[in-house]
């Protein structure tokens, strides 16, 4: 079956520590993938995406890097503040030239001050 | 409009009621996507738009379910007789069609269901 899993369900760290969260994928070949950024009660928030003959994509204080032979992302905030705290989704297409999106399970992050 | 517009914000139904959810894209954008959302999970696709013509449906739960989108703008999601498990956060997503593109999110429709 066609999966999108993010490493866990929440993920604490102290101000000012990079944060990386992971996204794995089976049975998917993704020409992207996104990753959105939800804050209670509102729709996702879009971030940054990364095409597949990329390895690695950088937007101020995000980086995103695609390994499609591990059918992984990671996505890593450096120096995180208290208002990064939300759930990060990552998303992909199914196929090459198919637009609708799937999403993962989400990781809800918590910056501690 | 300035962003995707989702109406009404809430919705309460007794179990067996049908439901209207309405989204309104932004001005030009061909593209439209619906989601299901439950309470700590990730969203779910439901189905997709291309202007009128509703390109994939797979999503969609059950024959309960139905969207429309007659003119190419305002999307209308339909939920017939409506059941507990019906209960969730109903997104609306729109972009400009032109692929490999980011999805603009409105804030959803939350759907209980008593």
């Known amino acids: 079956s066609q999966k999108i899993e993010q490493n866990s369900e929440a993920l604490n760290i102290q101000e000012g520590k990079t944060a990386t969260l992971t996204c794995n994928y089976t049975?998917?070949?993704?020409?992207?993938l996104q990753w959105y950024r939800q804050d209670p009660g509102r729709g996702p928030v879009f971030l940054l995406l990364?095409?597949?003959?990329?390895k690695e994509k950088r937007k101020e204080r995000l980086k995103v890097t695609f390994d499609t032979t591990l059918k992984q992302s990671l996505f890593h905030i450096t120096a995180s503040q208290p208002a990064d705290s939300a759930t990060y989704l990552c998303?992909?297409?199914?196929?090459?030239?198919?637009?609708?999106?799937?999403f993962g399970t989400g990781t809800r992050l918590t910056v501690i001050p | 409009g300035a962003g995707v517009s989702q109406s009404p914000r809430y919705k309460v139904a007794k179990r067996g009621q049908d439901v209207a959810l309405r989204c309104d894209p932004i001005?030009?954008?061909?593209?439209l996507f619906w989601y299901q959302q439950a309470l700590g999970q990730g969203p779910e696709f439901l189905t997709y738009?291309?202007?009128?013509?509703?390109?994939?449906k797979s999503g969609l739960p059950s024959d309960r379910f139905f969207a429309e989108r007659p003119e190419g703008s305002v999307s209308t999601l339909k939920i017939q007789r409506t059941q507990q498990e019906d209960s969730a956060v109903y997104l609306c997503?729109?972009?400009?069609?032109?692929?490999?593109?980011?999805?603009?999110f409105g804030s959803g429709t939350q759907l209980s269901v008593l």
């Open positions: 997503a729109s972009s400009l069609g032109q692929g490999e593109e980011k999805l603009f």
């Open positions: 049975n998917y070949s993704p020409a992207y």
């Open positions: 990364i095409r597949e003959n990329e």
């Open positions: 998303a992909l297409s199914r196929e090459t030239g198919a637009n609708n999106l799937f």
């Open positions: 001005s030009g954008h061909v593209s």
């Open positions: 738009f291309q202007n009128e013509a509703q390109l994939d």
